[in-house]
């Protein structure tokens, strides 16, 4: 496997916490075999990934809601009715 240097971190922490979670499960459940437990720890962590995901996604739609509500109160009508539109800055 090639990993270039700049994920090389990241898979080293991965690698690192598969193996602990990995040793401490095999001494948890001395009945299973070395691939069961394999099995169970790539399934806790795709169980993870896939709840990040879905948090990710919430939170996206969290702050899109956010984002028209404010954009929304940026359009102040003052009290001839003449609306004022502040201007985001495009750049952000």
């Not at 040793?23 to 169980?47: G, I, N």
């Not at 984002?67 to 495009?90: P, W, Y």
């Amino acid at each position: 496997m090639t990993i270039d240097r700049a994920s090389e971190e990241r898979v080293r922490e991965a690698e690192y916490n598969v193996n602990r979670v990995w040793q401490t499960w095999r001494s948890e459940f001395e009945t299973k075999t070395s691939k069961e437990v394999l099995a169970m720890v790539a399934y806790q962590f795709a169980k993870l990934y896939y709840q990040l995901l879905h948090n990710v996604d919430e939170s996206q739609h969290l702050f899109a809601g956010f984002e028209a509500e404010l954009d929304r109160l940026l359009d102040i009508t003052d009290d001839k009715g003449a609306g004022i539109r502040i201007e985001k800055d495009k750049s952000l």
